[in-house]
């Protein structure tokens, strides 16, 4: 298979921007009727813009992720003064939430010794990035993280002993929750919400801004999905709670009281 990151000269985690920013300058340099480059025959042309139509866009370029063998070679970063602080915090520089435990790989139980599981946030999963990996011979490493990459994704990194197969495990990132490839939040309204409905934003496994309507009467429990808001494919479920005050004023309490006699709420005043 074709390093179609290599061929438009970008990383595996290069935003779409990036991509098509690479792909237009090749195009100029290798454009047979612009006779810039040195190849009139087109034929590395016609390799740019097959690595293009791919990366370009985000749906195949998944796809492509999914099944592309990874291979990456030591860091040329010196972890030799860092401390565990240091390093996990330039191991998830990347926007993830810095786990609590040592950041590195880890050596799967009954499986071969050149086998480790790297854990990754989901919300690292969901935009890309690198994440530096630890406790292998030869040093550190640098693993670029694909935008969605999905739990049991299997890198190969080279070292001095050999290749390491590594696995990465997605980890719930507050306030989302993995399912599959589906990702869950819960989302709280205030008793005006749930009764009036309204606009409600959130943002999105990936940092993206999610606005939608919330129906009027709605009650707590209801789950609402947003295709391919997950990992891979996946749904955003988002589940509406209901958040009650904790305490009314005299003046609240009797505008209430009102609003439920009006609206046929029966209660029993104390």
């Known amino acids: 298979m074709k390093d179609l990151y290599a061929i438009l000269g970008v990383a595996p985690t ?7 920013r690479a792909f237009q300058k090749l195009a100029k340099l290798h454009h ?8 009139p025959t087109g034929a590395v042309f016609r390799e740019i813009a097959e690595a293009y139509e791919v990366l370009g866009d985000p749906d195949r370029r998944r796809d492509y992720d999914r099944q592309r063998p990874w291979t990456f070679g030591p860091s040329e970063e010196s972890t030799e003064h860092a401390g565990n602080v240091d390093r996990k915090t330039r191991s998830w520089r990347f926007g993830g939430v810095p786990p609590k435990e040592p950041t590195g790989a880890f050596p799967t139980s009954g499986g071969s010794s050149h086998s480790a599981t790297v854990r990754v946030p989901l ?29 049991g994704s299997v890198a ?13 495990a997605i980890e719930d990132d507050p306030p989302f929750r993995l399912k599959g490839q589906d990702v869950e939040t819960t989302l709280s309204l205030n008793l005006a919400e749930a009764l009036l409905g309204g606009k409600k934003t959130l943002i999105d496994p990936a940092g993206k801004e999610l606005a939608f309507e919330i129906p009027e009467c709605t009650p707590p429990g209801t789950v609402l999905r947003f295709p391919k808001r997950g990992l891979g494919g996946g749904d955003l479920r988002v589940r509406l709670d209901l958040e009650f005050p904790r305490s009314l004023t005299p003046e609240t309490r009797l505008l209430f009281a009102r609003f439920a006699k009006k609206a046929g709420l029966h209660f029993q005043e104390s």
């Open 14 to 20: 290069a935003s779409q921007e990036e991509i098509k």
């Open 32 to 39: 047979p009727d612009l006779g810039l480059g040195k190849d």
């Open 123 to 151: 919300r690292l999963a969901a935009t890309g990035g690198e994440v530096h990996v630890t406790g292998l011979p030869g040093g550190t490493y640098v693993l670029g993280v694909p935008v969605g990459t999905t739990a």
């Open 156 to 168: 190969t990194v080279q070292t001095p002993q050999g290749p390491f197969r590594i696995r990465l």
